[in-house]
Nanobody, 117 residues
Framework: QDDLVESGGGSVQAGGSLRLSCAAH????????MGWYRQVPGQQRDLVAW?????????ADSVKGRFTISRVNAGNSAYLYLEMDNLKPEDTAVYYC?????????WGQGTQVTVSS
């Protein structure tokens, strides 16, 4: 059964750092590009960064130079990471992982990131 579990969020001050983790169990995730998305209440879920199956990273302009995405594939699972540095208040959101593009509209519980000024 496919499963997405995000962790690592927290509350930090502007300029601080956090490292998010995602355990994505299922061949759907191990074979596809994976991404980190974030959502603020009342707004759409936006793609922040994605990494190809062979490890090539890509970033939204808003996080380029501050965030680093990486992944490790293990069997039918993918482990996704997001190192977030120099955090800004506008990075406050719930962060989720999923394939990129989203092949199945089923999401984990997400992990909350709160950045105070």
């Amino acid at each position: 059964q496919d499963d997405l579990v995000e962790s690592g969020g927290g509350s930090v001050q502007a300029g601080g750092s956090l490292r998010l983790s995602c355990a994505a169990h299922g061949v759907l995730f191990s074979l596809n590009n994976m991404g980190w998305y974030r959502q603020v209440p009342g707004q759409q879920r936006d793609l922040v960064a994605w990494v190809t199956n062979d490890g090539r990273p890509n970033y939204a302009d808003s996080v380029k130079g501050r965030f680093t995405i990486s992944r490790v594939n293990a069997g039918n699972s993918a482990y996704l990471y997001l190192e977030m540095d120099n955090l800004k208040p506008e990075d406050t959101a719930v962060y989720y992982c999923n394939t990129r593009p989203v092949w199945r509209d089923s999401w984990g519980q997400g992990t909350q990131v709160t950045v105070s000024s």
